[in-house]
């Protein structure tokens, strides 16, 4: 109710604009469906175990991807893989025999935090705007994460709404940590050392990726 009508009597929209449109239109079908069918949802959430952290990334940004989860959300942090959703990733990707779409937008509904993965390749994909704005839509707990050679600038109206983190902070980081920990009281936390170890050995991947 507040992002079209911003929209109106602009003479010159970026990207993040189309994406969000789009966006909007697919996720306010997905949750009439959803209040038409309350229980089915109901089932198909516990059935599918919802993520906890769903990640938003381009493809070919795996390598990247790939290490911020194993280093620091798996390693660092404690999560499971079944905890966070990945798609171009094995362990952490879409089941066998999901509908691929329809799967998506369903942990996207009912997952607790949102990362933005944003780099070039992300900002130049339609997909990934798609699941940027369905996130804003569903007023979901986002993180934007920029790749170290991107700018804030290139944020767009992303950046003036959630202030934006470099994968290389080495304090956005801990603040990531401290936060995640506190809300899922994990007990088999890794230890303050091990969690210094897996950041240094991130930092070192994000540098030779």
């Known amino acids: 109710m507040t992002y079209l009508p911003g929209l109106s009597g602009v003479t010159r929209i970026n990207a993040y604009d189309f994406g969000g449109i789009i966006a909007i239109i697919n996720i ?19 059935n599918d175990s919802p993520v906890k952290i ?30 966070v959703l990945c798609s171009s ?12 779409r329809d799967y998506l937008q369903k942990q996207l509904l009912f997952c607790d935090y949102v990362f933005f993965m944003i780099s070039d390749n992300y900002l130049n994909s339609s997909i990934c705007l798609n699941e940027m704005g369905g996130a804003w839509v569903l007023d979901k707990e986002v993180k934007p994460f920029l790749f170290p050679e991107s700018d804030f600038a290139d944020m767009g109206w992303l950046y003036e709404i959630s202030k934006g983190a470099k994968l290389d902070n080495d304090e956005a980081l801990d603040e990531l940590r401290d936060e995640l920990l506190d809300k899922y009281k994990l007990i088999d936390r890794p230890k303050t050392s091990d969690w210094t170890a897996q950041k240094k050995s991130f930092f070192k991947s994000l540098n030779s990726l």
């Open 28 to 46: 306010i079908s997905a949750k009439i469906n959803a209040e038409e069918n309350k229980t089915s949802n109901a089932s198909i959430a516990s």
């Open 54 to 83: 769903f990640i938003s990334h381009s493809s070919k940004d795996k390598s990247v991807v790939e290490s911020f989860i194993n280093l620091i959300l798996r390693l660092g942090c404690g999560l499971q893989p079944t905890d």
């Open 89 to 100: 990733i094995e362990a952490t990707g879409i089941k066998t025999g999901k509908d691929i």
